[in-house]
């Protein structure tokens, strides 16, 4: 498998994404993403036949890696990239839900699927050239919270990572929380 080992990276490829745009704790992708390579079969069987249990696995073995972290950079939160309610229930699930709750339940932190929503329907992105993947996207997420939330550090989850236009628009949803502090990981990362 193309491991990244970004999570030992402080100043890795996924955190460059994000220098000059917004303020992003930590980044990290597990595995690397090549077109027709095994990690690209891997998220098409997780995303698009139903096989879930990949994201477990995938979950399961990257929250192993991000132990070696958690006190240098403590999540209160695991938060994934929601779907829009008509795209889940096209799909019967979200992609990275099961691996959000693997890295959860790992990090023994919680498991956070109703604060970040998205608003509108998008196609999806994996369609679409980096141009087009980044337009348009700014306020499609909005956030649902309390008190409870101020002041968290929350860990954003998605299945592959590009230009970062969905996760930047993630995070400046979650940053109308006060106080909050966000950092991303994700499956993989385009190489």
């Known amino acids: 498998m193309p491991l990244t080992y970004y999570h030992l990276d402080p100043k890795n490829e996924a955190v460059k994404k994000f220098y000059g745009k917004i303020?992003?704790?930590?980044?990290?992708?597990?595995?690397?993403?090549?077109?027709?390579?095994?990690?690209?079969e891997l998220i098409h069987n997780l995303k698009y036949k139903g096989h879930q249990e990949i994201g477990s696995v995938l979950g399961s073995w990257?929250?192993?890696d991000l132990k070696e972290i958690r006190f240098?950079?403590?999540?209160d939160a695991i938060i994934p990239v929601p779907l829009h309610k008509r795209k889940f229930k096209e799909r019967g699930y979200n992609q990275v839900t099961t691996f959000g709750k693997e890295i959860a339940l790992g990090l023994d932190i919680p498991f956070e699927e109703n604060i970040l929503i998205r608003k509108l329907y998008t196609k999806t992105q994996s369609k679409k050239n980096l141009l087009g993947r980044s337009e348009n996207i700014g306020n499609i997420f909005d956030v649902k919270f309390d008190e409870t939330h101020h002041h968290?550090?929350?860990?954003?989850?998605?299945?592959?990572?590009?230009?970062?236009?969905?996760?930047?628009?993630?995070?400046?949803a979650l940053l109308k929380i006060p106080g909050a502090k966000i950092s991303m990981i994700c499956m993989a990362m385009a190489h």
């Open 23 to 40: 303020d992003i704790q930590f980044a990290a992708a597990f595995l690397y993403f090549n077109k027709k390579g095994i990690v690209q």
């Open 72 to 75: 240098e950079v403590p999540f």
């Open 152 to 172: 968290k550090h929350f860990l954003i989850v998605d299945d592959v990572f590009t230009t970062g236009a969905t996760i930047e628009a993630c995070a400046r």
């Open 62 to 64: 990257y929250s192993e």
